[in-house]
């Protein structure tokens, strides 16, 4: 794509809000040109966006809440994934968790407002019995908590299995494009965009809301950027979650630093002014990527993840929740609630989870096989034995070592 543009001036950026507020739609220069806007002027960019989320969204940030259901023993080679074919990351590997224990885990992230469960599972996509696994954890989920969405995430749907997670009580499905088509072919081999885009259709189709974002810091150009935007744009995701590139160790990418906190916030406001009333979601990688900003982000997001990540952990729940109410949010769903009570309640819950027996570690296999601990080791994942790590505690991504597929209290 090679596209002319120029930078927007600072005093255009409402206008271009108001206009899109309007109906006009943000076209490629547009947004080029917003990308472009100098560090100094990106907090003016935001504000901007902003007076999109606030039209959409009022003042409320949605709660989300990733429970990872089989870790790692994924065939596929996409250069971005710790649970890659080939990958050498120190991660949790996991086969299915029981029902049970996936339902017990959804329950802490719900005690601290999230009023969506993400229930994933690596692979590059599911047979009729991971469906029919699935199709009964959401069941159970739905029986205890049916006020809560579910949304699942296994990879590149086949006929009908989409059809079988909404009969189910699936409310979305997500599967991300990650990043622009022209770019694909270097990043997975084993799959392609197209079967990406005909999931998320085949959800849509079935009822379910579709779920669908990006990954950033792959090295994607500008102009590589906008064409993933745009593409969402096209296919019309409900919610788009932007991921920034965590880059583990044992990865094709590790070591690859592209972004700043300034340049997070700049791609935000472009999807924001790309997709207004679509709910966007900074997602895995923000607490490194945006660090202090992440408060100043929700500004045009509207979403978040609580909590860990599939196979990183996130910030503390407590201090997701402290954020919010810092910056003048209120959790979805929860309006009538001040965040800090959610808080307190999320810290409840996290130490009556550490005080249950736990399934975990008879969840289909060993709660942390392959390269994390050695059968040798008795010592429990989570804790700080060297052998269960990185084996550098101040490497970034931090690897998860609690919640689902080990015997500790997640970070909910």
């Not at 990650?178 to 990043?187: D, F, V």
Request: glycine content about 10%; charged content about 20%; overall charge negative.
């Amino acid at each position: 794509m090679s596209i002319s543009t120029h930078q927007i001036g600072t005093a255009d950026f409402t206008e271009l809000a108001i206009r899109i507020a309007d109906g006009h739609q943000l076209t490629e220069a547009e947004a080029l040109g917003l990308l472009a806007t100098p560090d100094a002027d990106t907090t003016r960019l935001v504000n901007a966006a902003g007076l999109l989320r606030r039209k959409h969204f009022g003042n409320t940030v949605k709660v989300n809440y990733l429970v990872n259901l089989k870790s790692g023993l994924c065939p596929e080679d996409c250069t971005y994934c710790s649970q890659r074919l080939g990958s050498k990351a120190e991660i949790l590997k996991y086969t299915w968790l029981k029902p049970e224990e996936a339902v017990h885990q959804a329950g802490l992230g719900i005690a601290g407002g999230a009023s969506r469960v993400c229930m994933v599972a690596s692979g590059k996509g599911p047979t009729d019995r991971d469906v029919d696994r699935v199709a009964t954890m959401i069941g159970a989920l739905k029986e205890d908590h049916p006020e809560v969405e579910v949304c699942a995430c296994l990879g590149i749907l086949k006929q009908g299995q989409a059809q079988r997670l909404k009969e189910a009580g699936a409310d979305a499905y997500n599967h991300n494009l990650n990043t622009a088509e022209s770019l694909y072919p270097e990043i997975c081999s084993t799959h392609s965009f197209d079967e990406r885009v005909s999931t998320v259709q085949q959800s849509q189709a079935a009822g379910l809301s579709p779920c669908s974002g990006l990954i950033v810091g792959l090295g994607e150009t500008p102009e590589q950027l906008v064409e993933a935007i745009f593409a969402l744009r096209a296919l019309d995701a409900d919610s788009i979650p932007v991921n920034f590139l965590m880059p583990f160790d044992g990865t094709p990418l590790e070591g690859t630093w592209n972004l700043t906190p300034l340049a997070c916030l700049r791609i935000l406001a472009v999807v924001r002014m790309a997709c207004p009333d679509k709910e966007l979601r900074m997602a895995g990688g923000r607490e490194m990527h945006l660090r202090s900003l992440q408060a100043t982000a929700l500004e045009v997001a509207n979403s978040l993840f609580l909590g860990d990540y599939l196979t990183s952990e996130g910030q503390d729940a407590k201090a997701d929740l402290a954020m919010i109410a810092d910056a003048g949010f209120v959790v979805l769903g929860q309006q009538g609630k001040d965040p800090m009570q959610l808080a307190a309640e999320l810290s409840e819950a996290a130490g009556h989870a550490a005080r249950q027996p736990s399934d975990a570690g008879n969840a289909g296999s060993s709660g942390c096989a392959g390269s994390c601990c050695s059968p040798a080791d008795s010592s429990p994942c989570g804790s700080s034995a060297p052998s269960c790590g990185s084996g550098n505690g101040s490497a970034e991504p931090v690897l998860r070592r609690r919640g689902a597929g080990t015997a500790q209290s997640p970070n909910a």
